[in-house]
């Protein structure tokens, strides 16, 4: 056999291998996030009427043009997000073939790897504004046995001195994002609004979880109490405790309780508070502590030096597409989009032209030695 009729079996062969994992991925982005087994049941099913899915109906790619994008049970529309993840894995794993191919190949074992748990958190962080543990932790974990395995993965050929790398890696991409949460928390650890009328709000508990409405936004109270010791504070002209008026409250939330004027309340066992408010100061984050975890993954699979050129080419991607949607007077856009995808974007990066790139800057920007 003829070494292009190889190359073009192996391509084929990574795209259609790619093609199926990013089947097994779609049900990994909608199961994870709500909690659901990713193999029980082990068939996917229609989220409209619960059909599980046969074998011949659930072909990558094939199945759901052949179904025009509708359930074969009950005709529901089906998301083109699965058709586009099984696309984009197939031609991701395709690239990274290519990229590796003859010399590296070994490297495409851990880079498809790495590369699905890219496409799984880019896609649960755009919905839910999460990373699972299972993503973030469980690459890390799995970065760190890889390298051990792949040395070649750290640029080694010590097995010992691919795991130390790995972990140097997985640190360095922790401890440097957990360092800019951290200042981000003391400079922009508050929100404080100032309505110059009073403005409707609501806190109703639904069983572990809580809906806040203030004015027109809906929030999940959850987002606000990363930590467990952060404060929400109203001005409020009054406002109803279950049904308990309270005039001229200042209001201090925390996670589990409210207090006004000496008296608290659990909030486990309060159902409804609403009212009117002047002012409230919102505890935030720089940015999510998922996304701290994402950079430990990233950094046991790719080294430190990658943790580096990530986090600062995810800042410029980040700041382009700030900076456009202002231009196109759509900036709440870029204020709903997490930092997950940003972080994915430069990662991908290092792993296609990230030391060509370093290298080219270095040589464009300082000047010769002489």
């Keep these: 056999m003829q070494p292009a009729v190889y190359t073009i079996l192996f391509a084929t062969f990574a795209f259609v291998l790619g093609a199926n994992i990013g089947s097994f991925l779609n049900v990994c982005i909608y199961r994870m996030p709500r909690d659901l087994s990713v193999n029980n049941p082990r068939r996917s099913f229609c989220p409209s009427c619960n059909y599980q899915i046969p074998w011949w109906r659930n072909l990558p790619l094939i199945s759901w043009l052949s179904l025009r994008g509708k359930c074969a049970n009950c005709k529901a529309p089906i998301a083109f997000r699965y058709f586009g993840v099984e696309l984009l894995t197939g031609l991701l794993f395709l690239a990274i073939w290519w990229k590796v191919w003859p010399h590296d190949w070994i490297l495409a074992l ?131 405790v279950d049904g308990e008026r309270l005039e001229n409250a200042q209001g201090n939330f925390t996670c589990d309780w409210l207090e006004i004027g000496g008296r608290k309340w659990e909030l486990e066992k309060v159902d409804v508070i609403e009212g009117e408010v002047t002012e409230v100061t919102f505890p935030r984050e720089a940015m999510g502590f998922g996304d701290v975890k994402f950079m430990a993954c990233i950094g046991a699979f790719l080294g430190w030096k990658a943790v580096l050129f990530t986090v600062m080419a995810a800042s410029v991607v980040g700041a382009i597409i700030g900076l456009l949607t202002m231009l196109a007077g759509r900036r709440e856009w870029s204020a709903k989009i997490p930092f997950g995808p940003y972080l994915a974007m430069g990662a991908l990066v290092w792993m296609f032209s990230g030391p060509e790139l370093v290298h080219w800057y270095l040589h464009a920007v300082l000047p010769p030695a002489l």
Excluded: C
């Design 110 to 240: 851990p880079y498809w790897i790495l590369l699905s748990l890219f496409v799984v958190a880019t896609f649960i962080d755009l919905e839910h504004f999460i990373i699972p543990n299972e993503i973030t932790w469980g690459g890390a974990v799995a970065g760190v046995i890889l390298s051990l395995g792949i040395p070649k993965l750290m640029h080694e050929a010590s097995p010992l001195m691919g795991l130390l790398w790995s972990v140097i890696g997985a640190a360095t991409g922790y401890f440097l994002l957990w360092g800019v949460v951290e200042l981000g928390k003391l400079a922009f650890g508050k929100k404080r609004l100032v309505f110059e009328k009073p403005e409707p709000l609501r806190w109703v508990r639904r069983g572990q979880e809580a809906d806040l409405t203030v004015g027109e936004e809906q929030m999940l109270w959850s987002e606000f109490f990363v930590r467990g010791n952060e404060r929400l504070v109203i001005q409020a002209p009054h406002v109803l």
